[in-house]
């Protein structure tokens, strides 16, 4: 299985970490979404899409990409970080992708710390350990679903 794993990370690179520790497991290559061409999805069997949470939306960035992404019927897998903990819009992402004619597998969100300035504390040094280990596992299950 070949996996791409595209990525935009802004805030404190909270969901790279996430990006790099799927990739790691799945053996995929990694891009942020501004390295990647649209063409080159067409070889690849599976696509992970991912970011942190901006005025509850994922990064523009990626809506973009998948506007100029080609129909295809690739399995994809969509991921982010947040401070709220939580992927409350992600039917904006999943329509876009369904849509272009993609099928969404697999969906995994975490804590992402938020500020430094003192707001948004409880979620304090996220993607912790326990939620890399938790990205770990939902990559690794991902990988058995293709055997
Ligand atoms: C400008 C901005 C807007 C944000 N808006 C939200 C939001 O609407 N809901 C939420 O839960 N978190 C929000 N966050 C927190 C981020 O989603 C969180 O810190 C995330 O882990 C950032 O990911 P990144 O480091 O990969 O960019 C916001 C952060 C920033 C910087």
Redesign the pocket.
């Given at each position: 299985m070949k996996t791409l794993i595209i990525y935009k990370?802004?805030?404190?690179?909270?969901?790279?970490k996430l990006a790099k520790v799927m990739a790691e497991v799945m053996n995929a290559d990694v891009a942020k979404v501004e390295d990647v061409r649209p063409e080159v999805l067409e070889g690849y069997d599976l696509i992970g899409f991912g970011?942190?949470?901006?005025?509850?939306k994922l990064h523009n960035k990626l809506f973009k990409f998948i506007r100029k992404m080609p129909a295809t019927d690739k399995k994809v897998f969509i991921f982010c970080?947040?401070?709220?903990g939580?992927f409350k819009k992600k039917q904006l992402i999943t329509e876009k992708l369904e849509l272009k004619g993609c099928t969404i597998v697999a969906e995994f969100n975490c804590s992402?710390?938020?500020s430094p300035l003192g707001f948004n504390l409880d979620k304090k040094g996220h993607p912790d350990e326990n939620d890399l280990k938790r990205a770990r596992q939902f990559a690794q299950g991902l990988v058995d679903l293709q055997q």
């Amino acid at each position: 299985m070949k996996t791409l794993i595209i990525y935009k990370s802004v805030h404190r690179k909270n969901t790279e970490k996430l990006a790099k520790v799927m990739a790691e497991v799945m053996n995929a290559d990694v891009a942020k979404v501004e390295d990647v061409r649209p063409e080159v999805l067409e070889g690849y069997d599976l696509i992970g899409f991912g970011s942190g949470i901006y005025a509850s939306k994922l990064h523009n960035k990626l809506f973009k990409f998948i506007r100029k992404m080609p129909a295809t019927d690739k399995k994809v897998f969509i991921f982010c970080t947040s401070g709220s903990g939580e992927f409350k819009k992600k039917q904006l992402i999943t329509e876009k992708l369904e849509l272009k004619g993609c099928t969404i597998v697999a969906e995994f969100n975490c804590s992402g710390e938020f500020s430094p300035l003192g707001f948004n504390l409880d979620k304090k040094g996220h993607p912790d350990e326990n939620d890399l280990k938790r990205a770990r596992q939902f990559a690794q299950g991902l990988v058995d679903l293709q055997q």
